[in-house]
């Protein structure tokens, strides 16, 4: 017989799986935790065996605690890496704050942090008090976290195993004093590993809002965006919906609009539809995109009419209204 595919090796809740369990794994709650034959030589089972890694990890209150002043907790994924998923991360945090709205951006891309550029924040420091650490403010209402903060040369490598990650989000999330917040956009690697089980399992009694999921229109990215979709099903966080970034230019001189990365199986709204999940819009690609990445600026103040910036800013319409509390 044909052995199962990884992700159907085990009905159990990835959060059930403690780090480094085998595909097998019973799940910590099971009555068969630490004693079943797929436990033999997992580092954890003398852990489930006693009952211990049953037990809520004390973080998860932390974290309750410490975002308890927080109205919305929204995640930006993608499955694919290179769709512009920080650059969205950024434009909607300017959004946020350009609405009058107190907002944080939390960036745990550990190993790719570009927030600090996307925000012309590079060269600033993070600093310590009584209260944990103080983000990185942009103005008045616009708060940012990073690794990138922390780095002594922007160009050293970031090379961590699994575990030295978790530990790090583990304290951004229970360390960074936020303050009161309208919304906390939290930027995420590519994919669904370590990264996003931590989020989602520090976050689990925090009342996350979910997650909202960028791709571009081609198949080669939609199909990683199915699984990340299916990643959300699978550990009970909702999608709020997926954007189609560089959906389409349109020539400056001519206006003639080119399909760039072809919707060849109909596109994320196609794809929305077929898999039950909301659409929140398309975003088109425009070279304004980059230069404000680069400089660290919002769409609206190289160009507040342009195409790209009124796309941004519907998108942030429909977020605020399926999170409005």
């Not at 159990?12 to 009555?31: D, I, T």
């Not at 299916?230 to 001519?254: D, H, T």
Request: charged fraction near 20%; hydrophobic fraction near 40%; charge should be negative.
């Amino acid at each position: 017989a044909a052995a199962a595919a990884p992700e159907e090796a085990s009905a159990v809740p990835l959060q059930e799986r403690p780090e480094n369990a085998p595909e097998s794994c019973p799940g910590v709650s099971s009555e068969a935790a630490g004693k079943a034959s797929s436990c033999a030589g997992c580092p954890n089972q003398k852990l489930c065996a006693s009952g211990e890694a049953k037990k809520p990890d004390p973080a998860v209150a932390d974290v309750k605690a410490r975002l308890k002043d927080v109205k919305r907790k929204i995640l930006v994924l993608s499955g694919k890496g290179g769709v512009g998923k920080s650059t969205v991360s950024a434009q909607l945090s300017f959004g946020f704050a350009a609405r009058s709205m107190d907002a944080g951006l939390l960036d745990v891309d550990i190993c790719g942090p570009s927030v600090p550029r996307m925000l012309g924040l590079v060269g600033q420091d993070v600093h310590q008090s009584a209260e944990g650490w103080s983000p990185v403010y942009v103005d008045d209402r616009l708060a940012v976290m990073s690794i990138g903060f922390m780095l002594p040369n922007q160009d050293d490598a970031i090379i961590w195993r699994g575990p030295r990650k978790n530990g790090l989000i583990k304290q951004f999330l229970t360390d960074v004093n936020w303050g009161p917040l309208d919304a906390l956009i939290i930027d995420t690697p590519p994919g669904t590993s370590d990264e996003h089980l931590s989020i989602v399992t520090y976050l689990q009694d925090s009342s996350i809002d979910g997650a909202v999921i960028v791709t571009t229109p081609q198949e080669v990215s939609l199909m990683d965006v199915r699984k990340e979709i299916n990643f959300c099903k699978k550990v009970n966080l909702p999608v709020i919906g997926v954007i189609e970034n560089m959906s389409g230019y349109v020539c400056p001189a001519c206006q003639h609009e080119e399909r760039i990365f072809a919707p060849s199986t109909g596109g994320a709204e196609e794809m929305c539809s077929q898999m039950q999940v909301p659409f929140l819009g398309r975003i088109p690609l425009d070279g304004s995109v980059a230069r404000a990445g680069d400089a660290g600026l919002p769409l609206v103040q190289l160009n507040p009419d342009s195409k790209v910036a009124k796309a941004v800013d519907a998108v942030i319409s429909k977020i605020l209204s399926q999170t409005d509390h």
